[in-house]
């Protein structure tokens, strides 16, 4: 992997990116992450099944999409392997649980979300958004199935994994763990086709992305006013029609009775 030329190593989140390429360099019995060759922003990664649960055994491998202004702000899991916990191909979001939901702390990293997705994992879905309730079994099923995964960019997931144990967290990183939630966001990932596109940090992505939903929101959204607008007339004018019929039938009921009778 040689990012040098390709990106400007004075960006803070290229520095950061390479700095914990650099750390997370050697695999552990625990989590393995590695950015694409060619997309110092995309990054693959397999994580353990946490022994004594319905996921030991398990290998899990996903994508990490770090946007361009990491670390400030969080990056994205997007889980592979089916695990029976989080639904795949949806981005799932770390926060801080409790009284600050949507914080993510820039002091954060690569390791700390891996790290928090493993603690995460066999904690009860609660039909938060992207949770999957699978019984024991099916999970356990799933775990076993999960060795067999084959990803296209890194091969064999399975052999991804060291048996070298890692470093155990430090105690400002499992206080961290113990905090953080994850929970999918409610837009699925877009399709293969588009991942090209996704995986370049450009800055003008989320503005094609705000024009295109307003070009595609503004003409429904004037025909849903103009239709509106259509039958509040034709309402009110049925209403007027449908008043005056009322008066003139009541004014021809007293004219009736007071001279024809
Ligand atoms: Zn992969």
Known sequence: ?????????????VKR?????CELKEPTEEYW?????????????TVQGPPATDFEG???????????????????????TPNGRFETNKKICLSISGH?????????SIRTALLALIAFMPTPGNGTIGSLDYTPEERQMLARKSQMLECPSCGKVVEQLSSSVSKPPTQEESSLIRQ???????QPVEEEGE???????SEDKPVRQRLGVSQHLQPQSQLQHATVGVVS?????????????????????????????
Do not use: C
Not at 62 to 78: C, D, H, T, V
């Open 100 to 108: 600050h939901p949507e914080t993510w702390q820039p002091s954060w």
């Open 195 to 201: 991942n090209e596109e996704e995986q370049q940090p």
């Open 58 to 80: 398990g290998v899990y491998h996903g994508r990490i999409l770090l946007p361009a202004e990491y670390p400030m702000k969080p990056p994205n899991i997007i889980l592979i």
């Open 233 to 261: 007339s034709t309402s009110d004018s049925y209403k007027n029609w449908l008043m005056w019929f009322l008066v003139a039938v009541i004014i021809f009921l007293i004219y009736r009775r007071l001279f024809l009778v």
């Open 1 to 13: 992997m040689d990012f040098e030329g390709k990106y400007n190593i004075k960006s803070p989140a």
């Open 33 to 45: 992450a590695h950015p694409l060759d060619d997309n110092l922003f995309e990054w693959h990664f």
């Open 17 to 21: 990116l390479m700095r914990e390429a």
């Open 180 to 186: 953080i939630a994850l929970k999918a966001e409610e």
